[in-house]
């Protein structure tokens, strides 16, 4: 769990014991405001938000003015029971996507590569952000592939489920394409880089994956 959603979830846990609490006559209702001015201040900031820059009116604009109507009608808990529904809500909603993010990115395209020295013979393991297109990469079997290119010698069976979701392995040999987060389930490639990074298809998959977890219609809001 991220430091952002422990600080969420303790939010959360306060503004529902201290509701608790006033219900139970231990707390005073100034106590009680306080908890329901905290818990409502990220949904009315994000709702805020949403209608400067999308100028668009979110379901946070609509719980902000509901817990505030409840208040003004003294129903002091029905409006904090109502705002802590709405932050439990939001802070699974959040979890989920932040897991989401999570497995993606433990299954991405791998941080180095074996870069093939032409100069001196043999290999050095590199960072791939150093590749540049044009780069000639050896990956063994078990290695997943850390860039998109094409493969200038060797054979190799490569799974690219990650990719296409398919589970059986596709033999790529000279000429054939191969693509960054693949993995060289046997055999081994000499790959000459085309793209790396962002620019690859998997990071493009990604990105528009982490786009979709993070966003929602209307209509599902």
């Excluded at 939001?90 to 993606?104: E, L, P, V």
Aim: with cysteine; proline share 4%.
């Amino acid at each position: 769990m991220t430091p952002e959603r422990r600080i969420e979830a303790l939010r959360i846990t306060a503004v529902g014991v201290i509701t608790l609490l006033y219900w139970r006559q231990v707390v005073g209702l100034p106590v009680l405001l306080g908890a329901v001015a905290v818990g409502l201040y990220p949904l009315l900031k994000i709702g805020i938000e949403d209608r400067v820059k999308e100028h668009r009116i979110g379901t946070e604009i609509v719980v902000s003015l509901a817990t505030g109507i409840a208040l003004l009608g003294e129903e002091y808990v029905a409006a904090s029971v109502l705002m802590t529904i709405i932050l439990i809500a939001k802070f699974i909603a959040d979890f989920n996507t932040d897991r989401a993010r999570a497995s993606i990115r433990r299954s991405s395209a791998p941080h180095r590569g074996r870069r093939l020295c032409a100069r001196r013979g043999g290999e050095r393991a590199v960072p791939v952000e150093s590749l540049q297109p044009g780069t000639v990469v050896l990956v063994r079997a078990g290695a997943r592939i850390p860039v998109d290119g094409v493969v200038v010698s060797g054979t190799a069976a490569v799974n690219e489920a990650s990719i296409t979701g398919e589970s059986v392995p596709v033999e790529r040999s000279s000429g054939g394409s191969v693509l960054a987060g693949t993995i060289v389930e046997s055999g081994a490639v000499d790959v000459r880089t085309e793209k790396v990074g962002a620019d690859t298809m998997f990071a493009r998959i990604v990105g528009l994956v982490e786009q979709a977890e993070s966003e929602q219609a209307p209509v599902q809001n």
